[in-house]
């Protein structure tokens, strides 16, 4: 296929490689970032969009993924597909799919987990939102960048899949972390703490597969001194897009608030900000009741 790449960052660079080396010609645009390996520079972003079957779009937050739809709706060609797998606010993606039916073009918003090593690895999970047609027009695209796509819905699906999926997780690394350093200051040893958990009823992702708890369990970014990993910044980013969303529909999520609180606290006022978002247990660790 013919694809245009625009945000060639941390995530965009090793995916419009990968589909590259996959045999698509693919023709990228980033601000700042250099194009990687067997993908043609474009001098601007509608030029990387012109003439392309699909335009990926990887970039930093919704307002600038609606500025960046701005430039490129004009310039791609009836019946292409803009696929935005950057992770951004419902309403964004919902506006920009608006736009692109209105000009007679195709949306999907397919965020990813994964992160930097999905990315390179072609091992990404897409979550995707957008007609039939569009997500079985961008299935190849996926099949190269990741292992598993799930079409979520229709447009705003994909987004609305990533947030709430999360806050799950942002809430239950809080509450795995603060249960270590109670254990701790129980006089509960952390290897024990884990035996238990991990095979009773409080087991979960955090405490089974990414344990922030140094030399305990699988081998996870605290056994790197936090380095992330999944970064507390940018957890704190889909904290508040679980939030923002929360609002526009008035549902009561007041574990997502609170993990919100959370890591706003940890990353603006206190160290958090370029560790992992496990590093919650050596902050909870100093910390009092009070
Ligand atoms: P990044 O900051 O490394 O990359 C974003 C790129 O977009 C940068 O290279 C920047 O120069 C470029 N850019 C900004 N404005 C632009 C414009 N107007 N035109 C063209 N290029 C522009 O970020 P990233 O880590 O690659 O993340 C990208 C998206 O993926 C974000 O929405 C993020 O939330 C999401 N995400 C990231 C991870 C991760 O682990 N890094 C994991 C899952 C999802």
């Known amino acids: 296929m013919k694809v245009g790449f625009i945000g060639l960052g941390n995530m965009g660079s090793p995916m419009a490689e990968n589909l590259?080396?996959?045999?698509?010609?693919?023709?990228?645009?980033?601000?700042?970032?250099?194009?990687?390996?067997?993908?043609?520079?474009?001098?601007?972003?509608?030029?990387?969009?012109?003439?392309?079957?699909?335009?990926?779009?990887?970039?930093?937050?919704?307002?600038?993924?609606?500025a960046v739809a701005e430039d490129i709706i004009p310039a791609m060609q009836n019946g292409a597909v803009l696929l935005d797998c950057s992770t951004v606010d419902v309403d964004s993606a919902r506006a920009v799919a608006e736009q692109c039916d209105m000009a007679g073009l195709m949306a999907v918003d397919a965020p990813v987990s994964g992160g930097v090593g999905g990315a390179s690895g072609g091992t990404l999970t897409f979550m995707a939102g957008g007609s039939d047609d569009a997500f079985a027009k961008v299935?190849?695209?996926?099949?190269?960048?990741?292992?598993?796509?799930?079409?979520?819905?229709?447009?705003?699906?994909?987004?609305?899949?990533?947030?709430?999926?999360?806050?799950?997780?942002?809430?239950?690394?809080?509450?795995?972390?603060?249960?270590f350093a109670l254990a701790d200051k129980l006089g509960l040893d952390r290897q024990k703490m884990?035996?238990?958990?991990?095979?009773?009823?409080?087991?979960?992702?955090?405490?089974?597969a990414y344990c922030p708890a140094p030399g305990v369990g699988p081998t996870s970014p605290s056994d790197n001194d936090y380095q992330p990993g999944f970064a507390a910044e940018l957890m704190l980013k889909d904290l508040r897009l679980s939030q923002q969303a929360?609002?526009?529909?008035?549902?009561?999520?007041?574990?997502?608030?609170?993990?919100?609180?959370?890591?706003?606290?940890?990353?603006?006022?206190?160290?958090?900000?370029?560790?992992?978002?496990?590093?919650?247990?050596?902050?909870?660790?100093?910390?009092?009741?009070?």
């Not at 980033?30 to 990926?56: F, H, M, N, S, Y």
């Not at 979520?152 to 239950?172: H, R, V």
């Open 20 to 66: 590259a080396k996959a045999g698509h010609e693919v023709t990228g645009f980033d601000l700042a970032a250099p194009c990687p390996d067997g993908v043609r520079k474009a001098d601007t972003a509608a030029e990387a969009a012109k003439g392309q079957d699909v335009v990926i779009t990887m970039l930093p937050n919704g307002q600038i993924l609606r």
């Open 139 to 179: 299935s190849p695209l996926f099949d190269v960048m990741g292992q598993k796509a799930v079409h979520c819905g229709a447009s705003g699906a994909g987004q609305s899949a990533k947030i709430c999926n999360n806050m799950i997780l942002g809430a239950t690394m809080i509450v795995t972390c603060e249960a």
């Open 194 to 208: 884990f035996d238990v958990v991990s095979t009773s009823s409080g087991y979960s992702w955090t405490m089974n």
């Open 246 to 290: 929360a609002e526009s529909v008035d549902a009561d999520t007041p574990m997502g608030q609170s993990a919100t609180r959370l890591y706003e606290q940890f990353v603006e006022n206190e160290d958090g900000n370029g560790m992992d978002f496990s590093a919650m247990l050596p902050r909870f660790e100093k910390r009092s009741r009070g």
